[in-house]
């Protein structure tokens, strides 16, 4: 059983911020959040990970609030290349076996 | 970064023939890799877990028997689907995370393997 709960679909449109929540009401103290992207035909591609307040990238940022029962994926001025599925996964970082369970992703859909 | 590569990139065989997948960390050494099919539209599914020198774990639903996984190496994690039929086909994708050897604890994905089975 996935861990985590996401928006099914998302819409947007070229030059916004997109937000993508996801909940892990269940976190452990030593998960970490983390998130991937996919596009069709390709294995998953990280994108960025965090594990409390604020982690930026160059391509996104991670919003954790102080509870970590959430987390908000935020893509800056999302492009049409941004169309593909995002997955939010939690689990320990350093443990090489531990097995990561997907949940069903947002697929988000950029419009032109 | 870590690199994960995985062969063939697609593959179209007939029914009741065997296909062999390979998984390998280019950069980085894997005691453990994890097998995943995902079918159209839908998420990635945890096949197995893959442990060098030692018998995968599979995932409660997933035979054995059909789908055989071997790690040899450090580097190196097959997928044999066995007798395979058109249910099979589906898109297979493996992984592997650097651990400690690169300490980022990031799980880095294969391209994936699309396989049809006529």
């Known amino acids: 059983l996935a861990k985590t709960t996401q928006p099914i679909s998302m819409d947007s449109y070229e030059g916004q911020e997109v937000n993508i929540t996801c909940s892990h009401n269940?976190?452990?103290?030593?998960?970490?959040i983390t998130w991937y992207q996919q596009f069709p035909s390709q294995g998953p591609r990280f994108i960025i990970q965090?594990?409390?307040t604020k982690v930026t990238n160059e391509v996104a940022s991670l919003f954790i609030p102080a509870d970590r029962k959430s987390s908000t994926l935020s893509l800056p001025r999302v492009s049409l290349s941004d169309t593909a599925v995002y997955y939010c996964?939690?689990?320990?970082?350093?443990?090489?076996?531990?097995?990561?369970?997907f949940g069903s992703g947002t697929r988000l859909l950029v419009r032109p | 970064g870590a690199v994960v590569s995985q062969h063939p990139s697609w593959v179209i065989c007939k029914s009741g023939t065997s296909v062999k997948i390979e998984c390998r960390s280019l950069?980085?050494?894997?005691?453990?890799m994890f097998w995943y099919r995902q079918f159209p539209k839908q998420s990635l599914m945890l096949m197995a877990t893959?442990?060098?020198?030692?018998?995968?774990?599979?995932e409660q639903g997933v035979e054995k028997d059909k789908f055989l996984i071997n790690h040899a190496s450090l580097t190196l994690s097959t997928l044999t689907v066995t007798s395979a039929h058109p249910e099979d086909s589906s898109f297979y994708i493996c992984?592997?995370?650097?651990?400690?050897?690169?300490?980022?604890?990031?799980?880095?994905f294969g391209e994936g393997s699309r396989l049809t089975v006529l």
């Open positions: 992984s592997a995370r650097a651990g400690t050897a690169l300490n980022t604890g990031e799980l880095f």
């Open positions: 965090g594990y409390k």
């Open positions: 893959s442990n060098e020198g030692s018998k995968a774990t599979y």
């Open positions: 269940n976190i452990a103290t030593n998960d970490y």
């Open positions: 950069d980085f050494q894997a005691t453990t």
């Open positions: 996964l939690v689990g320990p970082k350093m443990d090489s076996s531990y097995k990561l369970i």
